[in-house]
């Protein structure tokens, strides 16, 4: 049986960052979404609020999935933290199937079992 998808704002950050590091800049790119999708963020809050807080493993896969994005004319909103020289560090992603496609391989952020020994 299926389950019926809920729209979820995916916020994705840099797995190669302190767990603690990679949690504020995820808000820091939901905060981003809200003030440049505000319209698809209120509807996204009132029909649904889930999250899916994912991890791309690097730098390098994040600006990956950005561009992906932006290449398919999915909406999201990037971070790019002062203290670490400007980097980008998460991008939030907006809540659609398109989206939740893109996404499908990365793990669960802030998660023990995705880091290698």
Known sequence: METEWIPKLYLVSRGDLPAGVQACQAIHAMR???AEHTDVEEKWYNDSNHIAFLEAADKAELQFLKTKAIENGILCSSFYESDLENELTAVAFCPTM???ELLSQL??????????E
């Not at 793990?107 to 290698?116: S, V």
């Open 107 to 116: 793990p669960t952020a802030l998660n023990d079992e995705n880091k290698k």
């Open 32 to 34: 981003e979404f809200i």
């Open 98 to 100: 398109d989206s939740r």
